[in-house]
């Protein structure tokens, strides 16, 4: 008979599947003692339990949607302070305009007096030379 008919003789080194499925203790145990190898276990089928249903991460969901929202009202509260600031601004300007303008026009009155009461004390001294 041929070469391909006669069983090659079984190499110890190379993991039996039981061997293999049981784990590393097995195949610790199978290399430790060839002769003796482990019952075979079958692995039973895991049970079903219908289709996976992914918890969605609810941490991440309300991170994203506080970042969001932040930011829109963000948004709204920078254009908001600055129509509330430009107004605030205006009506200071102007308060401060008004005031400065009574002040100023009071100071001009005073010195256009002591201007025009030294201008005519100097011409009435050239009219009436003092005697």
Same mark, same amino acid.
């Given at each position: 008979?041929?070469?391909n008919m006669n069983? %090659?003789?079984?190499? %110890? #080194? /190379?993991?039996?599947?039981?061997?293999?499925? #049981?784990?590393p %203790? &097995?195949?610790h145990?199978?290399? &430790?003692?060839p002769?003796? *190898?482990? $019952? &075979?276990?079958?692995a039973?089928? *895991?049970?079903?339990?219908?289709?996976v249903?992914?918890q969605?991460?609810?941490?991440a969901?309300e !991170?994203?949607?506080t %970042?969001r929202i932040?930011h829109q009202v963000?948004?709204k509260?920078?254009?908001?302070?600055e129509e509330? /600031?430009?107004?605030?601004?205006q009506?200071a300007?102007?308060n !401060?305009?008004?005031g400065?303008r009574?002040a100023?026009r009071?100071?001009?009155?005073? #010195?256009?007096?002591q201007?025009? !009461?030294? &201008?005519?004390s100097?011409?009435?001294?050239?009219?009436?030379p $003092? *005697?």
């Open positions: 008979m041929s070469d069983p %090659q003789p079984f190499d %110890q #080194s /190379i993991p039996l599947l039981t061997e293999v499925l #049981s784990g %203790q &097995a195949l145990q199978t290399t &430790a003692e002769e003796i *190898a482990p $019952p &075979a276990r079958i039973e089928p *895991a049970p079903f339990l219908g289709p249903t992914v969605p991460d609810w941490d969901i !991170a994203r949607l %970042q932040l963000q948004g509260i920078d254009h908001l302070l509330r /600031i430009g107004h605030v601004l009506t300007l102007q !401060a305009l008004i400065m009574g100023l009071e100071d001009l009155q005073q #010195s256009l007096e201007i025009v !009461a030294h &201008a005519v100097h011409e009435l001294g050239h009219l009436h $003092p *005697a």
